[in-house]
């Protein structure tokens, strides 16, 4: 967007909210709800009432002027802080961010029910009916097994092999594009740009993707795109059918986060899918540092401490979710101030990584999601891992041939599944017991460090 558009459109964004707010907030919503429960309904139908009388009911606890306020200030730090970003410029951000704060605080009093915490209450917009409380308990396990396993990796002394060669931005995105086609993106419903932080939007017949690129290595604009590409797919198979109904969308963002980290880890950096990759890789790049698929499956899995989540390895990739999770929560039950964030985060990364935090692009300001307003995202990424675990596992008992199907570059069994047990349903059931109904068992921390294990600890 032109830079001097930006005033107008955060005009536009809080009128769109405060229009939008009104509507959820009409008291017919109580009635007609109250109207179909004298009716036979199917569980389709029940799921649809639940949700509009969920949202309604939220909506109705926060007032219209605040609505309103947030939408314009999250619009505004969003693009305060997509200026700043590159020169780590804090003293232009630190301000806007907590002004957005205060506000999300004053969301999180408003919204919160006498059985949930600020927090619980912000985190219910991402993962309904879901408690910070029984997230740590889940996560202080998974924890426990990543800095276990990452111990035993990092005593390997090999030396890892690394991209070395010439990667043209349009090369890359021309392959993004392929491979985004092979993972069941559809190009006529849809389209890939680049952007300062990869992102997926939309829904139905327009779901635009963006992803960001490194001329001197393939695997961010690659994984950052399959990433997205997983979201993508979710949203453009929700039923046609169906589609703008209550309960005709996403389950919870641990499972729209499942889907995401599925193709770009489980799948797209498999030993399998190494196979198919490597020819094309050289095709468009020639020479690229990897000799063999065995090479290439190496480079993509390599386990390093790294300051940016999005580029962080499997491994290290969830103890930055745990580390925002800490944080966020300090912010928002004012534990923390916003201007001690940056030495709050830098001591904390420290601690859980080893390494000195050099600017604040690398460090508070490297994410998107605190600028948005959207406090209680961050540890749906973790139980998207979680999530993804379990299915990965149900697809290897339910798909014996995956491997062969991967190397292959075919995954329209991989997608047709999923379509099946996770896409279509919606939000008829709570995330995890979508989950559990598809996998056969309630999610646990269990078989995603059972993968990791396996992966890491048995290479040649």
């Known amino acids: ?93 630190l301000p806007e961010l907590k002004k957005l704060l205060a506000l999300k605080q004053e969301e999180a009093d408003a919204l919160r029910t006498e059985e949930q915490t600020r927090y619980d209450a912000l985190l219910d917009d991402f993962e309904p009916g879901a408690k910070a409380e029984k997230i740590d308990q889940v996560f202080c396990k998974l924890r426990s097994g990543l800095v276990g396993l ?16 010439d990667f043209p931005p349009e090369a890359q995105l021309a392959l993004a594009r392929r491979v985004g086609g092979i993972f069941g993106y559809d190009w006529d419903a849809g389209r890939l740009d680049q ?18 690129i490194d001329a001197a290595d ?9 990433h997205e590409v997983g979201h ?18 996403y389950a919870s963002m641990g499972v729209h986060e499942s889907q995401s980290r599925l193709f770009e880890n489980q799948l797209g950096r498999s030993r399998a899918f190494c196979a198919w990759l490597y020819p094309v890789l050289t095709e468009t790049f020639g020479a690229t540092g990897a000799r063999s698929a065995d090479e290439l499956f190496e480079i ?13 390895d499997e491994i290290h990739y969830n103890l930055h979710i745990m580390m925002r999770f800490d944080l966020e929560r300090e912010l928002i039950a004012g534990a923390l101030d916003v201007g001690d964030l940056p030495d709050a985060w830098n001591a904390r990364f420290l601690a859980d990584f080893g390494l000195e935090v050099p600017d604040a692009k690398s460090g508070c300001m490297q994410d998107v999601h605190w600028s948005a307003g959207l406090f209680g995202y961050f540890p749906t990424y973790a139980l998207g891992n979680i999530y993804a675990g379990e299915l990965h596992a149900a697809l290897r008992r339910d798909l014996p041939d995956l491997d062969q199907q991967l190397s292959a570059g075919e995954l329209g069994a991989v997608l047709d599944w999923l379509k099946q047990r996770i896409h279509l349903p919606g939000r008829v059931k709570p995330g995890a017991d979508l989950i559990a109904e598809a996998c056969g068992q309630m999610p646990s921390e269990g078989p995603l460090l059972t993968y990791l294990e396996q992966k890491y600890l048995t290479r040649g």
């Not at 709800?33 to 569980?43: F, G, P, R, V």
């Not at 952007?195 to 960001?212: C, E, F, K, N």
Request: charged residues 25%.
């Open 195 to 212: 952007a300062a932080h990869p992102s997926s939007s939309g829904t139905g017949g327009d779901v635009r993707i963006t992803t960001r």
């Open 218 to 226: 393939p695997q961010e604009c690659l994984f950052s795109t399959l």
């Open 1 to 93: 967007m032109p830079t001097k558009g930006a005033a107008l459109r955060v005009e536009e964004v809080g009128a769109v909210a405060s229009a939008q707010h009104l509507l959820l907030c009409d008291p017919r919503i109580e009635d007609w709800a109250e109207a179909a429960a004298q009716t036979h309904l199917d569980a389709r139908q029940k799921a649809h009432v639940a949700e509009a009388l969920r949202t309604h009911r939220r909506a109705i606890r926060l007032p219209s002027a605040l609505a309103e306020t947030l939408a314009r200030q999250s619009a505004h730090t969003q693009m305060v802080w997509e200026a700043a970003r590159p020169d780590s410029d804090l003293a232009a951000f």
């Open 300 to 312: 993509v899995n390599t386990v390093r401490p790294g300051f940016i989540r999005t580029d962080a």
């Open 232 to 249: 993508a797919v979710y949203e453009q198979t929700l039923d046609p059918e169906r589609r703008l109904l209550p309960a005709d969308v």
């Open 150 to 165: 990452r111990r035993r990796i990092l005593d390997d002394t090999r030396v890892p092999v690394a991209f070395d060669g």
